[in-house]
């Protein structure tokens, strides 16, 4: 056998571990360039929709059909929710507290916990999947259906018409919506406390009210779930854009807002509550 | 009269396939202008080309001797004011009933009182033979009629350049007809200039001023109607006439049919 001969015989996994290797270094380098791209194209989205001169007498109508769809109509499972979450802290808090005698903690225990995160929290996430998950869909719907393009065609900005709307009437429901999640659970916690359990109403309320400091407990409350709005609404209405036209591309989409959110707020969550209640700021 | 559109030498890919290959064709102002060619040929894609919705990957589009992939945002929707385009789902807004969908560009783009857009609605409406559905949202249509009043919303500008996306598929023979006589008396009344792309072969070359052949990216033929009839390629004859086999590919490419059927999958 000459050298040539010989050379088709010899193992080549070398070179076979090279091919793997690069074609491995190729996806990672293909899916970054898609991710920071997806990034820049939502940040390009948000900016579009945040910063151009609104025409009121066009626009209003539309913000309030929207807060309409995306607050209103999320009223229903926010009331529901929080108030079988607030009768749940009243429940376990009463049983464990009582153990060591301070039962009558029971008010601050709520109120703290309920303003502080599972009203902002707890809200965002029903938010979004409640919300969210609609206003993926609709948009999405709207790409497929070619009403977007159909905007284009008749010189439209579907970002400002159908975008800018929906991304303030998210920025503004959510805070209403964690207010109001925070007084119903709250009222939820003293029927079971108070009503149920037997506690004392003067000690619950006036425990409650010595404990929680409107400036570092409710405003706080507040900006979070003002963050959480902007990001919920911000992913929702990206993923919409960006659904592929089909049924499967709309459904993974609305996936998709749902676990991003989720996981933006709970990260999120950690950062804000370690800016504002732990010593970071 | 000039051309309104010219495409020069478009090359456009959809991943890794090439859709149109140094495509070249001509829009003429005042005229109706077909292009027609087997599904899947991109015919819709050189419509949303030419409107800016897409992107080439090389090759020009011009509109009123402006490239439309060079305009800014701004002077790309100010141009887009005088096009119009029937989309093949319509593209109504499932929000709105009938009479709102139509109304909505007169809304966004003039200030005319309301019993106006009424009385220019209705005329619309009367003109596809939709009036008395005003009420009926865009999930109570069938899809023939869906593409009516997205046409009459189409025109309700009265715009300078229309384009169609298959107008006839879905419709009755007589709504059909009615939308062949509408396109034309469009188009010679208020001097449109219009792009209609179907593959209706009938109906599309009884109303079309120039037509366009295109298949596997390229323009396979062009003329006047009579000039596409009594042409004697036999790309034109087997696209014409309806025919499977002949030059231009009717089937995907695959193997042997019979060995794909005897072949024992692992």
């Known amino acids: 056998m000459n050298d040539q001969n010989l050379e088709k015989y010899k193992p080549n996994w070398f070179q076979q571990l090279l091919d793997y290797m690069n074609l491995k270094i190729n996806i990672i380098g293909f899916n970054t360039i898609n991710y920071v791209e997806s990034i820049g194209k939502a940040g390009i989205v948000l900016f579009i929709a945040m910063f151009h001169k609104p025409n009121f007498r066009k626009s209003f109508p539309l913000l309030l059909k929207q807060i309409y769809s995306v607050g209103v109509l999320s009223l229903p499972i926010i009331l529901a929710a929080s108030f079988f979450i607030g009768m749940v802290l009243g429940l376990q808090g009463y049983t464990i507290l009582v153990k060591y005698g301070a039962d009558q903690t029971v008010g601050q225990l709520i109120a703290l916990s309920l303003v502080r995160e599972l009203g902002p929290v707890v809200g965002a996430l029903l938010f979004a999947g409640r919300a969210g998950s609609a206003l993926t869909a609709e948009i999405g719907h709207m790409k497929a259906t070619e009403q977007l393009a159909s905007l284009e065609m008749m010189g439209i900005d579907p970002i400002h018409r159908v975008v800018t709307p929906r991304f303030w009437a998210g920025f503004y429901s959510l805070p209403l919506l964690t207010l109001i999640f925070n007084v119903v659970a709250i009222w939820g916690g003293f029927l079971v406390a108070v009503g149920w359990l037997g506690l004392d109403s003067g000690s619950f309320w006036s425990n409650m009210s010595a404990a929680v400091n409107f400036q570092e407990d409710v405003i706080n409350g507040i900006i979070k779930s003002v963050v959480f709005g902007f990001v919920v609404t911000w992913v929702a209405l990206y993923q919409g854009l960006e659904a592929l036209p089909t049924s499967e591309g709309i459904s993974m989409a609305t996936t998709r807002t749902v676990v991003y959110s989720s996981l933006l707020i709970l990260a999120l969550d950690f950062v804000l509550t370690a800016i504002m209640f732990g010593g970071l700021a | ?266």
């Open chain 2, 1 to 266: 009269m000039g051309n309104l559109v010219e495409v020069r030498n478009l090359t456009f890919y959809r991943n890794d396939r090439a859709i149109f290959n140094n495509l070249s064709l001509n829009i003429m102002e005042g005229k109706i202008t077909a292009i027609m060619g087997p599904s899947g040929t991109g015919k819709t894609t050189i419509l949303k080309l030419i409107a800016g919705l897409l992107q080439p990957d090389s090759g020009t589009i011009t509109y009123n001797s402006e490239n439309i992939h060079e305009l800014s945002r701004t002077k790309l929707f100010q141009a887009r004011e005088e096009m119009s385009m029937l989309f093949q789902q319509g593209g109504l807004f499932s929000d709105l009933n009938v009479y709102e969908n139509v109304a909505y560009p007169l809304r966004e783009h003039t200030n005319l009182s309301e019993q106006l857009i009424k009385n220019l609605v209705l005329m619309k409406l009367e003109a596809v033979g939709l009036r008395g559905s005003e009420n009926l949202y865009p999930e109570e249509l069938s899809g023939g009629m869906a593409r009516r009043v997205a046409l009459a919303r189409a025109i309700a500008l009265d715009p300078k350049f229309i384009m169609y996306d298959e107008p006839f598929t879905g419709q009755d023979p007589i709504s059909k007809g009615v939308l062949v006589k509408l396109i034309k008396s469009i188009n010679s009344a208020l001097n449109v200039t219009s792009v209609l792309v179907s593959h209706d072969v009938p109906e599309t070359l009884s109303i079309a001023d120039y037509a366009y052949i295109i298949a596997d990216g390229q323009v396979i033929g062009q003329g006047t109607p009579e000039q596409l009839q009594n042409s004697k390629s036999s790309k034109m004859e087997q696209f014409l006439d309806g025919m499977a086999d002949g030059p231009v590919k009717f089937r995907y490419p695959a193997d042997d049919y019979a060995q794909h059927l005897l072949r024992v999958e692992p």
